[in-house]
């Protein structure tokens, strides 16, 4: 995979009922059934940055990441850095956004006809940033900022999600960021009004 455009997202609705080691066995199912269709096959060494972050060590040009909640798993696969994020509504907690976002962030989740759900399209994108960075949640996210979460692209990237019925692909609008997210693009889409789907990925490097 030589081409530093490339990205596929690739989403999965599992069963609700799916505890954190189900869900983790079936990201890493999705993970591999992307892998051979791009034609990596087992077997081959999947490992893990110092903070998690995985990584095939014998396709250094292949970029991968993974994320889940109880309802979906979700793989992606590009030719730089990247970081995806998946989260279903969930409560919304005051003391964690005062933590997060940046004034003008909070203002916007506080004035939204639902916090809670603007509060995860602000949290899943700098989550994805996060992952992208390989850094762990000690980064402090105050430092990125997405203002009012306009897009700067309507139909910018597609997540392909496995339905029983067929694959379904959804756009996905590009964000920009500001502060020391410049240096990355960022999709995001909302699936069905249940879950929240972002991505970061690295900006080519001008030579």
């Given at each position: 995979m030589s081409d530093h455009n490339y990205l596929r997202l690739v989403l999965q609705r599992i069963p609700a009922e799916s505890n954190a080691?189900?869900?983790?066995?079936?990201?890493?199912?999705?993970?591999?059934q992307v892998l051979e269709e791009q034609g990596i096959f087992p077997p081959y060494s999947l490992q893990k940055g110092e903070h998690g972050k995985p990584f095939l060590a014998q396709y250094p040009a292949v970029h991968i990441n993974l994320s889940h909640c109880n309802k979906a798993v979700l793989c992606g696969v590009g030719g730089v850095p990247l970081g995806v994020d998946?989260?279903?509504?969930?409560?919304?907690?005051?003391?964690?956004?005062?933590?997060?976002?940046?004034?003008?962030?909070?203002?916007?989740?506080l004035q939204a006809e639902q916090p809670a759900w603007q509060f995860l399209r602000f949290w899943t994108l700098k989550e994805s940033f996060v992952k992208a960075l390989g850094i762990?949640?000690?980064?402090?996210?105050?430092?990125?900022?997405?203002?009012?979460?306009?897009?700067?692209?309507?139909?910018?990237?597609?997540?392909?999600?496995q339905e029983k019925q067929g694959v379904v692909c959804v756009p996905m609008a590009e964000y920009a960021a500001t502060g020391e997210?410049?240096?990355?693009?960022?999709?995001?889409?909302?699936?069905?009004?249940?879950?929240?789907?972002s991505a970061c990925v690295q900006k080519e490097q001008k030579k």
């Open positions: 080691s189900e869900q983790h066995r079936l990201a890493h199912q999705l993970l591999e998946v989260e279903g509504q969930r409560p919304f907690r005051e003391r964690v956004m005062q933590r997060v976002l940046t004034a003008e962030e909070q203002q916007a989740v762990g949640i000690s980064y402090p996210m105050r430092q990125i900022s997405f203002s009012q979460l306009q897009p700067v692209q309507q139909e910018a990237a597609v997540c392909e999600v997210g410049t240096a990355y693009r960022f999709f995001q889409c909302v699936i069905a009004e249940e879950l929240v789907v």
